[in-house]
């Protein structure tokens, strides 16, 4: 009988737990977080602080700039008018921000309108235009992110130009261009095509023209601009009203014959032009200055990775431990060329001048990230002397270059 009473009580008690206790089962979901790690954060950070602090930080010889009589504001300068400096951000095109800086400044003067046209369409053309001439030579054509500042204007008259708003080359909310990946990926590639001997053109720029999709975005074949639709090459013949033909090249060196049109021998001239005016550095120097005091700004460049430049003054001289400036000549500037200690770094916007008891100064309008360091942000104060000994070629309307043009 206690046996039959106990079994029924472990019945019931199974019965009444097992509704008691017993679960529905879990439906569990994941979600999407930012995973930190606070402690492994506070670990890196602290060991990147404890190895530099036992770095021995070299430090840069540069020039002392105490007492000197240097500008301090853009408003000591007669300017041209221009737009407002745009930072290049991680990019190697310095050559397209100027450029299409100074020829913002010429549509300004010839005809009155402020714009602001797009720097990479002009971009996204030149790399399709290199990566062409790469696949016709064989891989022997540079395929960098340099160039010169008529590479703007060639690829204007080829095709075209649109405003700055309707392509930017940027991502949503990127707030700084970022060419580094880009140029990686086609620069591999075509090493590939050259390794491989795969020299199908078509094949070749529609890969290029994909990667520069892919972080540029696709240039616009057509767009509406001020109520009427327009083509790039309608937009820079019929609104922009620039003649591309009109700028000439200008450089000074002693290795080629003065008074005729010469190659300018740097990789970044990677088309190989021939038609840069190559005249006396005097000459050079007085043609620049006049033009400027008589409103037309211009595009130079040079050398910019030298002791006398300093960002955060926003200076740019020449000291006299290098070379006083009365030594500063035709000769002295093709020995740092040759040598190599002069070279082809930096495209600038020159757009203002003003006179001071130690000389003429230019106002200089700059892309790269040096000239933001400053409370001028986006300009440097260059000296004369710098520019005479370190700036090798420049641009100019040809309307100010009368007087050397009949010598060519």
């Not at 100027?98 to 005809?111: G, K, M, Y």
């Not at 970044?268 to 008589?294: C, G, Q």
């Not at 431990?321 to 030594?327: G, L, V």
Request: glycine share 6%.
């Amino acid at each position: 009988m206690f046996v039959k009473i106990f079994a029924l009580a472990i019945f019931v008690f199974f019965i009444f737990s097992s509704g008691s206790f017993c679960q529905k089962e879990r439906i569990d979901r994941g979600i999407f977080i930012d995973y930190k790690s606070e402690f492994w954060d506070t670990i890196t950070t602290k060991t990147e602080e404890f190895k530099k602090k036992n770095e021995n930080k070299k430090l840069v010889f540069k020039m002392d700039f105490t007492g000197i009589n240097l500008p301090k504001s853009t408003n000591e300068f007669r300017t041209i008018w221009h737009n407002e400096p745009i930072s290049q951000g991680i990019t190697g095109t310095c050559w397209c921000f100027s450029t299409t800086s100074f020829l913002e400044s010429e549509i300004f003067r010839l005809t009155g309108k402020k714009i602001k046209i797009s720097r990479m369409f002009t971009v996204y053309w030149e790399y399709v235009e290199k990566a062409r001439r790469y696949v016709r030579e064989f891989g022997n054509s540079e395929f960098g992110e340099g160039s010169q500042a008529n590479a703007v204007t060639k690829i204007w008259k080829q095709y075209g130009c649109v405003p700055e708003e309707l392509f930017t080359g940027l991502k949503p909310n990127q707030p700084f261009h970022d060419h580094s990946e880009m140029f990686t990926r086609m620069k591999t590639y075509l090493e590939s095509i050259k390794r491989d001997n795969n020299w199908n053109e078509e094949v070749v720029i529609n890969n290029i023209r994909s990667i520069l999709n892919h972080y540029l975005g696709i240039p616009p074949e057509n767009f509406e601009y001020q109520s009427r639709k327009w083509t790039p090459k309608q937009f820079l013949n019929d609104y922009v009203k620039i003649n591309t033909d009109e700028y000439i090249d200008v450089i000074s060196i002693l290795e080629k014959p003065y008074y005729t049109k010469i190659e300018y021998p740097v990789p970044d001239n990677w088309r190989k032009d021939s038609t840069y005016h190559n005249i006396p550095l005097d000459e050079f120097m007085n043609i620049l200055v006049e033009a400027v005091k008589n409103g037309f700004s211009s595009v130079i460049g040079g050398d910019v990775s030298e002791a006398g430049i300093h960002s955060q003054n926003e200076v740019a001289m020449i000291p006299s431990f290098d070379i006083p400036s009365s030594y500063i000549n035709d000769y002295s500037r093709q020995f740092r060329f040759s040598n190599q200690t002069t070279t082809d770094d930096h495209g600038i916007h020159v757009v203002g001048i003003a006179e001071k008891d130690n000389g003429i100064w230019f106002l200089i309008k700059d892309s790269g990230a040096g000239a933001f360091n400053g409370s001028n942000k986006g300009y440097y104060f260059y000296h004369f002397d710098f520019i005479k000994l370190k700036m090798m070629t420049f641009m100019l309307h040809k309307s100010a270059l009368n007087k050397i043009l009949d010598k060519f």
